[in-house]
């Protein structure tokens, strides 16, 4: 069973940057795709990023302006989000998550069957 734990989130001001990592375990890493999804205080989980398991094919959403980019290193069991020009509405949970069999849409939160804890990010204004 994939284990998936993240690390990189803290407290920024904004226009800073910020690099997530989701470090995997347990299972054949490049056999998932991997997405990071976050979810703001009171609202609902939503997708920000994902890429497939051979890292060829990656999948974003336009309202972030390219300020956020998903990357992965197989050989290190390793994703992770560049996050940059960071806003305080960025504030949020992030999460990796992974799947091997998307049940829908990889940009569809309920695609993912494997979730990591979560990781803090803050943006002060």
């Known amino acids: 069973q994939l284990q998936l734990v993240e690390s990189g989130g803290g407290l920024v001001q904004a226009g800073g940057s910020l690099r997530l990592s989701c470090v995997a375990s347990g299972s054949t890493f490049s056999n998932y795709y991997v997405a990071w999804i976050r979810q703001a205080p009171g609202k609902e989980r939503e997708f920000v990023a994902a890429?497939?398991?051979?890292?060829?094919?990656?999948y974003s959403v336009s309202s972030f302006n390219g300020r956020f980019s998903i990357s992965r290193d197989n050989t290190k069991n390793t994703a992770y989000l560049q996050m940059s020009s960071l806003k305080p509405e960025d504030t949020a949970v992030y999460y990796c998550?992974?799947?091997?069999?998307?049940?829908?849409?990889?940009?569809?939160?309920?695609?993912?069957?494997?979730w990591g804890r979560g990781t803090q990010v803050t943006v002060s204004s």
């Open positions: 890429i497939s398991g051979s890292g060829t094919g990656t």
């Open positions: 998550a992974a799947t091997a069999a998307p049940r829908s849409s990889v940009k569809r939160v309920n695609a993912y069957d494997v």
